[in-house]
């Protein structure tokens, strides 16, 4: 099966600073997505990532997929509180049908 | 902005008894999934429907699981005989194909089994 292992799993930072979490999947993703999560409630999506090499941007989060298509990073820069929540990467892997993983989730606190 | 929405939010339940959870899909999605996180751990994947039948299914879905489209636009889970190990949030996701494109999720129903 698929394991999306995700680091760092808690992440605390103060208002203003950057930071990166990383998604590594040990196979060759099809499609690699990032969700947030606020606490108690449902994924909201960010972004999907497919192609080895690409990055996206949308405000002030950037992710990238590597070349081989086996990590991903979510780089936040200026981090507000706002940012706060629990970042969830998920992918699904070639002729895996509709089966989709979830990783390990990384937990961000972002201080005022 | 269309968006799944799922009820009830909070449901507590007795070991042993049966609930369904429901859950209604955007207008136009046609794969639709339920996903389960128990408290502290990551999200997990339970089924994937389509076309009026299960498409995928993990090893958590066993028989006391059964997912429905009744009427075309709601989308419930059922399980049967609830056990304490069930207690957990339950993730309803809609999306239009089975391509690259995101799952849109609903805000959860929280499973109390006592």
């Known amino acids: 099966s698929q394991e999306l292992e995700q680091s760092p799993q808690s992440l605390i930072v103060q208002e203003g600073k950057n930071l990166t979490i990383n998604c590594t999947s040990s196979?060759?993703?099809?499609?690699l997505y990032w969700y947030k999560q606020k606490y108690g409630e449902g994924l909201i999506f960010l972004m999907m990532?497919?192609?080895?090499?690409e990055e996206k941007s949308h405000e002030k989060i950037t992710a990238k997929l590597d070349e081989k298509k086996q990590q991903s990073s979510l780089h936040i820069t200026a981090s507000q509180p706002s940012h706060a929540g629990i970042y969830l990467c998920?992918?699904?892997?070639?002729?895996?049908?509709?089966?989709?993983?979830f990783g390990t989730g990384t937990s961000l606190t972002v201080i005022p | 902005e269309p968006e799944v929405t799922q009820t009830p939010s909070h449901q507590v339940t007795q070991m042993g008894q049966e609930v369904i959870l429901r859950c209604v899909p955007i207008?136009?999605?046609?794969?639709f999934y339920w996903y389960r996180q128990i408290l502290g751990q990551k999200v997990e994947f339970l089924v994937s429907?389509?076309?009026?039948?299960?498409?995928?299914k993990s090893e958590i879905f066993d028989d006391q699981f059964s997912v429905e489209r009744p009427d075309g636009s709601n989308f419930t889970l059922k399980i049967r005989s609830t056990k304490l190990e069930d207690s957990a949030m339950y993730f309803c996701?809609?999306?239009?194909?089975?391509?690259?494109?995101?799952?849109?999720f609903g805000p959860g129903t929280r499973l109390t089994v006592t």
């Open positions: 996701a809609s999306r239009w194909t089975s391509d690259l494109h995101e799952q849109y």
């Open positions: 196979k060759t993703l099809y499609g």
């Open positions: 990532l497919q192609k080895g090499g």
């Open positions: 998920g992918a699904s892997l070639p002729n895996t049908g509709n089966q989709f993983y």
């Open positions: 207008s136009n999605h046609l794969y």
């Open positions: 429907f389509y076309n009026n039948e299960i498409s995928e």
